[in-house]
């Protein structure tokens, strides 16, 4: 059974780097066709894909985001991380990590708050 567990700064302010850590437990990044995605949701909106990093290293990004996420691995410890660059109010969330097979999300992190004010 897939575990995650994400960790973070919990406040950031507005146009600095948002970093997020995942840890994983009970499997390996590596492990063939796995993703593992970023996902975050808003005060009072729906979920939205971020990103991901699949078992091969290949990153995919939604565009929405312009270029400022940045999604990388330690294969060494079973973790995966998420760089948010010039944040605003607006990416104020409940941030997710999450993984399966291909484009699934079958496991899920409990989540973390990070709140971008001054």
């Known amino acids: 059974q897939v575990q995650l567990q994400e960790s973070g700064p919990g406040l950031v302010k507005p146009s600095q780097t948002l970093s997020l850590n995942c840890v994983v437990s009970?499997?390996?990044?590596?492990?063939?066709?796995?993703?593992w995605t970023w996902i975050r949701q808003p005060p009072g909106k729906g979920l939205e894909w971020m990103g991901a990093?699949?078992?091969?290293?290949?990153?995919y990004y939604n565009t929405s985001l312009n270029s400022r996420a940045f999604i990388s691995r330690d294969t060494s410890k079973d973790q995966f991380s998420l760089q948010l660059s010039s944040v605003t109010p607006e990416d104020t969330a409940v941030y997710y990590c999450?993984?399966?097979?291909?484009?699934?999300?079958?496991?899920w992190g409990q989540g973390t708050q990070v709140t971008v004010s001054s």
């Open positions: 009970g499997g390996s990044i590596t492990t063939s066709y796995y993703s």
């Open positions: 999450a993984a399966g097979v291909g484009d699934t999300s079958e496991y």
């Open positions: 990093i699949t078992f091969d290293g290949t990153t």
